[in-house]
């Protein structure tokens, strides 16, 4: 009978040490919130982990949320930014094979496309999505900015005249206009930037690098990472194409 106890609790004890074990090797990523390219980029991720056993969390937040929380070290690293964040949090350790592409691109509407030049940007009411390095960048030393919590906010802002001009991406912006069916919003012109974006570790766990960019960079090679980006986007976009419909 004692034998048969010692037995069961050895057993539950075994069970409660794999549960915990298991949730100590899962890996949280902290990410911005409400942009397509990060559901994108977290698709391709956790299937990255997946190729070497390590289940993965991503913990969507506000943009400027994420890099606190990723370079104090709160959680394992930072989903996906631009190559600058190497250099403005040293904490965060890039991994340097490129996971996705940033296009960023200036929004305006329809009937002011002509009339405003890209030199005029820095006196008009420009909105950005909260913790977007990019934009941030873009722009320093503009006059009036308003910062956006959701792509949807700043686009509904823009259309009703409200923003003169919304600072965003191929793919966020892109997909804001089709979920709002925004009809008199238009690209300012070509990208003002293209760049790299990557995947940042803590420092903590930079023994994982070397691991994640071999992932990586066999994903780049046979596809996988466009077929992942392709099938994602025409998730969403079929997402909102129901909603719309509904």
């Known amino acids: 009978m004692l034998s048969r106890i010692y037995t069961a609790c050895l057993i539950a004890w075994l069970s409660i040490a794999t549960a915990a074990f298991a949730a100590e090797e899962r890996l949280v990523l902290s990410t911005i919130e409400g942009s397509a390219l990060t559901e994108?980029?977290?698709?391709?991720?956790?299937?990255?982990?997946?190729k070497i056993g390590i289940p993965v969390e991503v913990y969507f937040t506000s943009g400027k949320r994420a890099l606190a929380l990723s370079s104090a070290g709160h959680v394992g690293g930072e989903l996906v930014r631009i190559g600058a964040v190497k250099n403005l949090y040293p904490a965060l350790k890039q991994v340097p094979v490129p996971n996705m592409e940033l296009k960023g691109i200036v929004f305006v509407r329809e009937e002011d496309r002509d009339r405003i030049a890209e030199s005029d940007l820095s006196k008009l009411h420009v909105g950005y999505l909260d913790g977007v390095v990019q934009a941030i960048q873009f722009t320093d030393g503009f006059e009036d900015l308003w910062v956006g919590q959701s792509e949807t906010e700043l686009f509904q802002l823009l259309a009703s005249g409200k923003l003169d001009a919304v600072v965003s991406d191929d793919i966020d912006g892109v997909l804001a206009m089709s979920k709002l069916g925004l009809t008199n919003v238009v690209p300012l012109g070509p990208p003002f930037k293209v760049e790299p974006m990557f995947h940042y570790l803590h420092e903590k766990n930079s023994h994982l690098v070397p691991k994640i960019a071999a992932v990586l960079a066999d994903m780049r090679r046979n596809g996988d990472i466009q077929t992942i980006a392709s099938g994602v986007l025409d998730r969403i976009v079929a997402?909102?194409?129901d909603v719309a419909a509904n």
């Open 40 to 50: 994108i980029a977290s698709k391709i991720m956790t299937t990255a982990y997946e």
């Open 239 to 241: 997402d909102h194409r």
